[in-house]
């Protein structure tokens, strides 16, 4: 099993970046998937939620209006694309299924700052 993040990077407040998480190892299109994140001294908290075929969504309050989380089940992929970023945003992100019951990716880190 192996959940390979991508796509992060420092940015500035108000910015967009598009993540990106490659999932091997396990039937990806039978797993509802989520994004995760986890800042400096937090817990990691659940961001962002997609159905098995994308049609329902699910989003922290936090994130709701300013990030989309999408699937390609084809690819074996699930994205997150975040718009508006602020500086409290700045975490490393990762994904899983939406019980977390996969092995965790290293994460992809998020920075957002002037």
Do not use: H
């Not at 099993?1 to 992060?8: A, D, F, K």
């Not at 990691?44 to 699910?58: C, D, F, M, Q």
């Not at 989309?68 to 089940?73: A, H, K, L």
């Amino acid at each position: 099993v192996q959940l390979v993040e991508s796509g992060g990077g420092l940015v500035q407040p108000g910015g967009s970046l598009r993540l990106s998480c490659a999932a091997s190892g396990f039937t990806f299109r039978n797993y509802a998937m989520s994004w995760y994140r986890q800042a400096p001294g937090a817990e990691r908290e659940l961001v962002a939620t997609i159905s098995i075929a994308g049609g329902i969504t699910n989003y922290a309050d936090s994130v709701k209006g300013r990030f989309t989380i999408s699937r390609d089940n084809a690819k074996n992929t699930v994205y997150l694309q975040m718009n508006s970023l602020k500086p409290e945003d700045t975490a490393v992100y990762y994904c899983n299924t939406r019980s977390a019951d996969r092995s965790w990716g290293q994460g992809t880190q998020v920075t957002v700052s002037s």
